[in-house]
């Protein structure tokens, strides 16, 4: 767990982890913020006020938003924060921290493809399910020799365009997949039809990030046209049944990004069992040492480690990484064939 989201991290050194590790190079707006809060006890008292698992910066920061808080400097901010601390606070007590970024289907779409379909979607962790429509989008992939790719749905360009930098042997696909029936799970599903739930979407996205901004919009249009169906519950519960559910003659994909880090260890380990027992393919796109076994391949290859960023996601499936992606979906590095680990495990797991 990092130190942000860590409860049993004094909320200083929350705040202090959260602008040196997450907002430096993301956002000077919240890297001010976290880094003020950090050295000022007035502000860390009232933010104490909440129980430890409500402190985290991106949710205190996200409901200030919410309520209307504006973008500049931490003075400001603490002063605007001491006169609204009621309606913040209600907010992080009701409200949890579930950004949902299209984009990251730019990294999933390649190994999508990969399977052989059609497929039926299962996404844990859904949030408003806005990544269960990777074939309802555009994306534009830029080689590193410069040139683009683009891939549109089989009904025409999208109004989601998504980008993304690639590197390594990507498979990019001619065409989309065939997607046959979606579904999600997730503690507290969000809807993409309620304008409160939307304002709340838009709220979690960080101050800088306008295109990421826009493309929310777009995205909600995408997704209210047909809204895939969201299960509320834990995913480790829900998930066999949902399984039971996908229409035979389907491949079964479930997958997850920006998810695992919220389960317990225990908790993570019985849903790898359980992607190992059922009759799925399971596409994971998360950080480095969260799905159980996947780093661990990896450092079959230490020159990657040594090149990784430390904020790298690891794609896997079925628990074998085949690709280091940026955590947004903005860039994906596919591991090399010479990477005697991925060949092998690449040849094995995807029909191509
Ligand atoms: C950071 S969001 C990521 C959403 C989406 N996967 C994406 O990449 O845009 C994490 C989501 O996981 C959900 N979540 C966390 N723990 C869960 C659990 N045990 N069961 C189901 N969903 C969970 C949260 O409610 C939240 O919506």
Redesign the pocket.
Known sequence: MRASTDPLVPTAERYRAFAEVEARGMSACYEAWAAGVAADPATVALIDQLPAVKRQPNLVFSAARLHGASVGKYPEFAAWLREHWTDVAATCLTH???????G?CAVLLPALAALAGPLALI?????AG??LHPDRYSYRYRLADGSERMLHPFDGPSPVVLDCDVTGPVPLPERMPEIVWRAG??????DVSSETDVAWLDALIWPEHDDRRARLGAAVAVARREPAPIVS????E?IEALVARAPAGATVVVF????LA??NEA?RNRFAEQMTRLPVRWLS?EGQSVVPGVLERLAEVPALLDHMPASAFILALDGEPIALTQPHGRSLHWLAPEDECHNRRFNRTLLL
Do not use: F, K, M, W
């Open positions: 949890a921290t579930q950004t949902n970024e299209p990251r996404e844990v962790g859904a949030s806005l990544c799970i997730d503690l507290h599903p969000l519950g834990d995913l480790g829900q997850h990004t920006a998810v919220y389960l908790d796109n």
